[in-house]
């Protein structure tokens, strides 16, 4: 059975850092394009970052570029998410999922929400949340 779990949510005071991973069981993740996304109340799920098979990453928003960074420990078949400098504003659920046909390619005009469909699988999400 193919899974997904997170792990490292917290609460955290705004400016701290936070780490986050993403395990994977029944499958191994270095044959996956893996994705964090984050969801707030209210609002849809949106693109954060991806790691490829290769290691290369893709940044899908801004908000985040120079905070938070993705790795791969492909020995412990996990995908961390490093965020730093953290704001009230990423107080959200985050998930993390595996697109069988890699990372999806950034494209000019799409909303990081737009991504969310190319993903096969998901975690069942863990909770960020940034106190001011």
């Known amino acids: 059975q193919l899974q997904l779990v997170e792990s490292g949510g917290a609460l955290v005071q705004s400016g701290g850092s936070l780490r986050l991973s993403c395990s994977a069981s029944?499958?191994?993740?270095?044959?996956?394009?893996i994705g964090w996304f984050r969801q707030a109340p209210g609002k849809e799920r949106e693109a954060l970052l991806c790691?490829?098979?290769?290691?290369?990453?893709?940044n899908y928003l801004d908000a985040v570029k120079g905070r938070f960074t993705i790795s791969a420990d492909n020995a412990k078949n996990t995908v961390d998410l490093q965020m730093t400098s953290l704001r009230p504003e990423d107080t959200a659920m985050y998930y993390c999922?595996?697109?069988?046909?890699?990372?999806?390619?950034?494209?000019?005009?799409?909303?990081?929400?737009?991504?969310?469909?190319?993903?096969?699988?998901w975690g069942q999400g863990t909770l960020v949340t940034v106190s001011s």
């Open positions: 999922a595996a697109d069988a046909q890699g990372c999806p390619t950034k494209v000019d005009g799409y909303r990081p929400t737009d991504y969310s469909h190319s993903y096969d699988y």
């Open positions: 029944g499958f191994t993740l270095d044959y996956y394009g």
């Open positions: 790691v490829s098979s290769s290691g290369g990453s893709t």
